[in-house]
C-alpha cells in the first residue's frame, strides 16, 4: 500500500473528518481524497445514480471540475452514506435471520 493510500484510509479520517473544500455556497470533497476503502464502492455507485446529478458544474448536480480535479458535493457524498448505511443494515438484518433460523432448526427435540 502506497502512502497515498494509507493517508486515505477511513481510519485516517475519523479524528480529523474529511478534507473538503467550499465552491460557491456548497462544501466539496475531491474524489481523489474518498477513504480509499470506500474508492470502488464509492465510483461505482456514482456512476448507477441518475444522469441528471452527474452533469459537471450543473446547479443541481453533485460533480464539478475543480482545481484540483472532480469533487462531488456534500448532498452527493451524505447520498453515498446514506445508502452504504441502509445496505449494511439490511445485511446485518439478513445475517441475523439466517443465524436465528438456523439456530431453530438446530435446537434438539426435546418434546420425546
Not at 1 to 21: D, E, I, T, V, Y
Request: glycine content about 4%.
Amino acid at each position: 500500500m502506497s502512502l497515498q493510500q494509507k493517508m486515505r484510509l477511513l481510519s485516517h479520517f475519523m479524528p480529523a473528518g474529511f478534507p473538503h473544500f467550499r465552491h460557491g455556497n456548497r462544501d466539496y470533497l475531491y474524489l481523489r481524497d474518498v477513504p480509499y476503502e470506500l474508492e470502488t464502492v464509492f465510483s461505482t455507485w456514482l456512476s448507477r445514480q441518475p444522469a441528471d446529478v452527474l452533469v459537471y458544474d450543473a446547479p443541481d448536480g453533485w460533480l464539478i471540475r475543480a482545481p484540483k480535479g472532480i469533487a462531488v458535493s456534500q448532498t452527493g457524498w451524505e447520498e453515498f452514506v446514506y445508502w452504504m448505511a441502509h445496505t449494511l443494515r439490511e445485511k446485518l438484518s439478513q445475517a441475523e435471520f439466517e443465524a436465528q433460523q438456523l439456530s431453530v432448526t438446530q435446537k434438539p427435540d426435546t418434546a420425546q
